[in-house]
């Protein structure tokens, strides 16, 4: 029996860690103030967790229901963090009863220096698009860009 335990004991110490870090971009000018927070897993393609991110668009050309959003996990369909690049896509559709409006939110970063010191530059852009009460025809799209930075570990 002592003989399994310490087999079992020296398996678990052999297997790989898996360290968990954090995730942080954020922008702030006359446009847009974007926040992205979240965990990130070293290790299995590094998926995220406890991810939540905020957009307020600044510009009163965009529906009131669509300037101040929150997105979740559901919202991050696409995430790429390779050590040189991060890269994040944010999706979200209107969620009240009005006509389609969606945002969608690409931030495209590289390593500001060593890619170890983890802090990545680069831009934002929001794209929006409402349909702002018309039920045919084509909607509104607005568009902002600007300039980001993040910080993983």
Known sequence: MRVLLAILVVAGACAPAFAAGGLNCSADDKKVKLEVNSGVTHGMGGPTFNFTASVEIRSKAVSAALRELTFDESNRPQYWLDGRELRLLLYKERED?????????????????????????????????????????????????????CFAE
């Open 97 to 149: 009863e009005a006509p389609f409006g969606s945002v969608e939110v690409e931030i495209r970063t590289r390593a500001a220096g060593d890619p170890d010191e983890g802090t990545y530059k680069g831009n934002y852009k929001i794209t929006v698009y409402d349909m702002e009460g018309r039920t045919t025809g084509e909607g509104k799209q607005s568009t902002f860009s600007g300039a980001v930075s």
